[in-house]
């Protein structure tokens, strides 16, 4: 009988044969551009949240950064991926994770959806970036004016109703706007962070040991972003203890 750890160890001894990248450096290349990440299992959490924050200010700086989808860059990762960072975030068309940090192709592995919540296909996809492709870094990324938590904030001040199935996918973001409505500023903001820090909650405290053993281990960490629509910047809110 296949056990979970045999299926996972299957699957590493396979992409391991064809994990492609090599050392690349973290500095931006000559023509201002950031080159390729190291592979996955060569960054610690924190060299990848620091991947994250320097492409980010480069976005900010209207840098032009290289776009990593040349011809020889899909030729080899034809043969494996290994990203550094496993993303959640929201499908909204203005919040493209590649862009807003400057990375291209077989770097972020996206788990997008209204709302940035984690059901259980987005859980499924992120115990595959940590377990079987050794990402290090899992980040949940809200952002300014979400629609999805806007529509979860007025079935509790309005008791409104949605169409279809957009009521059911908003039912997960009520708890983060009932947790948030007492607190002062902004309900739809203030909404969006408790938001983040619900999902980012229940990853590190109520999920499988997939995810469970490698933060004990410190070999990975979860974190809590938001993004600015106005002035593009990403603020990384929810850290883990003994990240800077």
């Not at 972020?108 to 259980?120: E, K, S």
């Not at 952002?143 to 949605?162: I, M, P, Y």
Request: hydrophobic content about 40%; glycine content about 10%.
């Amino acid at each position: 009988m296949t056990t979970r750890r045999n299926f996972i160890g299957g699957i590493s001894a396979v992409g391991a044969a064809s994990l492609v990248g090599g050392n690349a450096a973290l500095a931006q290349d000559n023509d201002g551009g950031l080159t390729p990440a190291p592979l996955a299992g060569e960054l610690s959490p924190q060299q990848a949240l620091d991947l994250l924050r320097e492409g980010n200010a480069s976005f900010l700086r209207g840098e032009q950064t290289r776009v990593l989808t040349s011809a020889q860059r899909r030729l080899e990762l034809a043969r494996g991926q290994s990203p550094f960072a496993a993303y959640v975030t929201c499908s909204d068309s203005r919040v493209p994770p590649e862009l807003l940090f400057g990375r291209g192709l077989g770097e972020l592995f996206i788990i997008r959806n209204a709302g940035n919540t984690v059901d259980t296909v987005a859980l499924g996809s992120i115990e595959y970036a940590v377990a079987v492709l050794k990402t290090p870094l899992v980040v949940v990324m809200g952002h300014e004016s979400c629609g999805a938590v806007k529509a979860a904030t007025q079935v509790v001040t309005d008791n409104a109703t949605f169409p279809g199935s957009i009521g059911p996918m908003v039912e997960p973001i009520i708890p983060a706007v009932l947790a948030a409505r007492n607190e002062p500023g902004d309900l739809l903001d203030n909404s969006v962070r408790a938001n983040v820090r619900r999902v980012v909650g229940q990853l590190r405290n109520h999920s499988d040991p997939l995810l469970l053993e490698p933060q004990r281990d410190g070999r990975l960490w979860v974190v809590g972003a938001y993004y600015d629509l106005d002035q593009g910047a990403v603020d990384f809110f929810d850290l883990p203890e003994g990240a800077e």
